[in-house]
């Protein structure tokens, strides 16, 4: 089922990772009567006939922030009801920006073009704003919504009660970035995961992301929240880090073959040291 730009990888007769044209992933999930796509990538290619080919139930579109890699597919669900913090809706043009999307496109898909006509063109629409404890009932499976600000000010993880899995999408992985001019300072997002942990704290056994494999386990969040303890003790490594034309530090150091902790730990953030 996979085409040009979407590679399909069922994770279980409920959930399917659908990787896109830069490495991005998005999540169908799929009740007994209802079906939930969590983001919408880059807006490359037509995400909405890959979709349609893996589920004709009534589909609700989530999306867990407002960035290139997991909004720009949104009009192609314009139909369907559409979910975003309300919190993300002011950076949703400037990374809707033509320049910008070719630019972010070319980096990180192989080096290579896309022909303008390949491009889901940027429209303002009408997002659902999402909420703490929004509970989607699909039937025989919920989602539950929580929001994990730092990434950005409306950065949402999703809860997925009955198969226990934790979708944080950009809001906590191996690689949390804080250091855009949208993310919020370290001590912030170490308020908020000290907020939402007991919220889901024995509600997941796996964690699934949208970058870097995509897989991750139970200690996540905590993992995450030890690293923001460290930062603000000024105890990390603060590796120098250069993303398009960002300057910023890594705060543990990383295996240069997997971008993975050399420790061992699960979770690392990339932050901007004057914004603590």
Do not use: W
């Amino acid at each position: 089922m996979d085409d040009e730009f979407y590679k399909v990888v069922p994770l279980s007769d409920r959930l399917t990772r659908i990787i896109g044209p830069t490495g991005e992933m998005t999540y169908l999930v799929q009740g007994r009567d209802a079906a939930v796509l969590i983001d919408t990538g880059v807006g490359v290619g037509n995400l909405r006939a890959v979709v349609d080919r893996l589920t004709d139930k009534p589909l609700s579109v989530i999306i867990t922030h407002g960035h290139v890699d997991h909004a720009m597919g949104a009009p192609l669900f314009k139909d369907r009801p559409l979910y975003l913090s309300h919190a993300d809706l002011p950076i949703l043009p400037a990374y809707g920006d033509a320049v910008l999307r070719h630019m972010y496109v070319k980096a990180f898909h192989h080096g290579r073009t896309v022909a303008d006509e390949l491009y889901v063109p940027f429209e303002t629409l009408d997002y659902r704003d999402l909420h703490s404890g929004d509970d989607f009932d699909l039937g025989g499976l919920h989602l539950v919504a929580y929001p994990l600000a730092g990434h950005t000010a409306g950065s949402f993880i999703i809860l997925l009660v009955e198969p226990r899995i934790l979708i944080t999408g950009d809001a906590c992985n191996p690689s949390v970035f804080l250091f855009l001019p949208e993310a919020r300072p370290v001590h912030e997002y170490m308020a908020n995961l000290q907020a939402v942990i007991p919220l889901v704290a024995g509600r997941y056994d796996a964690v699934c992301f949208s970058h870097d494999g995509g897989d991750g386990g139970a200690d996540m969040l905590d993992s995450a929240l030890e690293v923001t303890r460290q930062i603000m003790a000024g105890t990390t490594d603060d590796i120098p880090f250069h993303f398009l034309s960002y300057h910023a530090c890594v705060a543990k150091a990383t295996n240069h073959l997997t971008h993975r902790r050399r420790d061992g730990g699960s979770a690392n953030i990339i932050y901007d040291p004057h914004r603590k």
